[in-house]
C-alpha cells in the first residue's frame, strides 16, 4: 500500500515556510523601527517592546498552564469503574 505524502512532509517545503516566517519577522521589525507609535506609556516607544512582550507573556502563561495542570488534573484512573481492573 502506498502512504499518501503530504506538501509538508518535503523538507524543503518546510525550509521555505521558515524563511518566509523569518523574513516577516524580520520586516515587522523592520516597520517597528521606522513607524511612529502615539504610545501611552514610555516603555512601548521602546524599540521592539510589543514582540518582547507578546513572548514573555506567552513564556508566563504556559509556566501557569504548568502549574494549574497539577491543580486541576484528575487521577489516571478517575474513569475507570472497580470492574474494568
Do not use: P, Q
Not at 524543503?12 to 523592520?30: D, E, P, T
Not at 524599540?47 to 518582547?52: A, D, K, L, Q
Amino acid at each position: 500500500m502506498i502512504e499518501k505524502r503530504y506538501w509538508l512532509d518535503k523538507s524543503g517545503n518546510v525550509k521555505k515556510i521558515l524563511v518566509g516566517l523569518y523574513l516577516l519577522c524580520a520586516c515587522l521589525l523592520f516597520i517597528d523601527a521606522i513607524y511612529r507609535r502615539h504610545a501611552i506609556l514610555t516603555m512601548e516607544n521602546w524599540f521592539g517592546f510589543y514582540g518582547i512582550y507578546g513572548f514573555i507573556a506567552c513564556v508566563i502563561l504556559v509556566l501557569a498552564a504548568k502549574e494549574l495542570r497539577k491543580l486541576v488534573a484528575r487521577a489516571e484512573h478517575y474513569y475507570e469503574d472497580e470492574n474494568d481492573r
